[in-house]
Nanobody
Framework: QLQAFGGGLVQFGGSLRLSCAAS????????IGWFHQAPGKERLGVSC????????YGAGSVKGRFTISRDNVKNTVYLQMNNLKPEDTGDYYC?????????????????????WGQGTLVTVSS
């Protein structure tokens, strides 16, 4: 299962760090990442990382602002979000795709993600 936390209320230009703790994942090779669902909109991949080689994929809208990292000992992935904007507001979900690349997970390519965590809400005030 996946447990996401770290959301909250932050001002425009502020920072937050989200965490996603994974447990009981039935593989060592997977990609794990973050998805953003703005109010009334579809859920989109933000940033994803490979558990094996650390390769990453990030959406263009967050490059230079968001950084994904992982701690394989703690089975936790982090999303450091800097220079937050009001359009970053929404629920953030973490997900895992077994044997898939970070791009495949974030872009929704091929089979759907195998695991989803609950959302954590980020609100950016202007």
């Amino acid at each position: 299962q996946l447990q996401a936390f770290g959301g909250g209320l932050v001002q425009f230009g502020g920072s937050l760090r989200l965490s996603c703790a994974a447990s009981g994942i039935a593989a060592d090779d997977y990609s794990i990442g973050w998805f953003h669902q703005a109010p009334g909109k579809e859920r989109l991949g933000v940033s994803c990382i490979s558990s094996s080689d650390g390769s990453t994929y990030g959406a263009g809208s967050v490059k230079g602002r968001f950084t994904i990292s992982r701690d394989n000992v703690k089975n936790t992935v982090y999303l450091q979000m800097n220079n937050l904007k009001p359009e970053d507001t929404g629920d953030y979900y973490c997900a895992i795709k077994l044997f898939g690349t970070p791009e495949a997970l974030c872009m929704g390519l091929g089979p759907a993600a195998d695991y989803w965590g609950q959302g954590t809400l980020v609100t950016v005030s202007s």
